[in-house]
C-alpha cells in the first residue's frame, strides 16, 4: 500500500537558518502530495500542495518540489523564525480511494532558537 | 474560512465507559475523517465518510464505531473505552469534485481523550 517516510526529529535550528526536511513516498499511481503543519495545540492545516511531477507547492516562504524520479517532496525554507516552530506532517493523497484519503507520515518537529 | 469543529479539547473517561465524540462543519463537505494521532505513529484513519448514513473503515477501526446521520456532523464512538484509546482524536472534513479531485482536507483542533 502507499506509504509517507518522513525524516525524525526534533529538527533544532536558530532563526533564520535554512530548513530542509525530507519526505519520501511510495505509491502505486499518481498521487498528489501535501504538507501540513501543526502549531502547538491545533489541529492540522494545508501548509502547501502538488499534484503532478515537478510541481512545486509555495507557501508562507516554504518551497516543496514533487520529485518523481527520486519519490520525494521535501520541505525547505530559506530563513526560518521562531513562529515556524511546528510539527510538520508529509502527506499523499489516495486516488483510487476516490475520496481524498491521506496517507500520513510520522511527522517531524521542528524547534527554532533566537 | 472552513471551520471544523470537534465538540471537546479535553475528555476524562473510565474505562468501560461509552464515550461519543463530536465533529461539526460548516461547508457542506461531503467527506469527513476520523484520526487518532500518537506519538511516533504520525496520524492513522480510524473511519471515514463520503456522504450521510455512509461510512468506511480506515487502518485501525477495531473498537470504534461511527454516525452520520447529517452531512455536517460526524459522530466518533467508542463502545466500551479502553486504556489503549487515550490518544488525541483529529477530525476532518473535505469537499468531492470528483475521483482524484485532491482536495485538501480541513481539521479540527483536536480532543485529547484519557481514559482511566
Known amino acids: 500500500g502507499d506509504s509517507v517516510t518522513q525524516m525524525e526529529g526534533p529538527v533544532t535550528l536558530s532563526e533564520e537558518a535554512f530548513l530542509t526536511i525530507n519526505c519520501t513516498y511510495t505509491?502505486?499511481?499518481?498521487?498528489?502530495l501535501f504538507w501540513y503543519v501543526q502549531y502547538p495545540g491545533e489541529g492540522l492545516q494545508l501548509l502547501l500542495k502538488a499534484t503532478k511531477a515537478d510541481d512545486k507547492g509555495s507557501n508562507k516562504g516554504f518551497e516543496a518540489t514533487y520529485r518523481k524520479e527520486t519519490t520525494s517532496f521535501h520541505l525547505e525554507k530559506g530563513s526560518v523564525q521562531v513562529s515556524d516552530s511546528a510539527v510538520y506532517f508529509c502527506a499523499l493523497s489516495d486516488l483510487e480511494g476516490g475520496g481524498n484519503k491521506l496517507t500520513f507520515g510520522t511527522g517531524t518537529q521542528l524547534k527554532v532558537e533566537l | 474560512d472552513v471551520k471544523v469543529t470537534q465538540s471537546s479539547r479535553y475528555l476524562v473517561k473510565r474505562t468501560g465507559e461509552k464515550v461519543f465524540l463530536e465533529c461539526v462543519q460548516d461547508?457542506?463537505?461531503?467527506?469527513m475523517f476520523w484520526y487518532r494521532q500518537d506519538p511516533g505513529l504520525g496520524l492513522r484513519l480510524i473511519y471515514f465518510?463520503?456522504?450521510?448514513?455512509?461510512?468506511e473503515k480506515g487502518d485501525i477501526p477495531e473498537g470504534y464505531s461511527v454516525s452520520r446521520e447529517k452531512k455536517e456532523r460526524f459522530s466518533l464512538i467508542l463502545e466500551s473505552a479502553s486504556t489503549n484509546q487515550t490518544s488525541m482524536y483529529l477530525c476532518a472534513s473535505s469537499s468531492y469534485r470528483g475521483q482524484g479531485s485532491n482536495q485538501p482536507q480541513h481539521f479540527g483542533d483536536g480532543t485529547r481523550l484519557s481514559i482511566l
Open positions: 461547508m457542506d463537505h461531503e467527506n
Open positions: 505509491a502505486t499511481g499518481y498521487p498528489s
Open positions: 465518510s463520503y456522504d450521510v448514513k455512509m461510512k
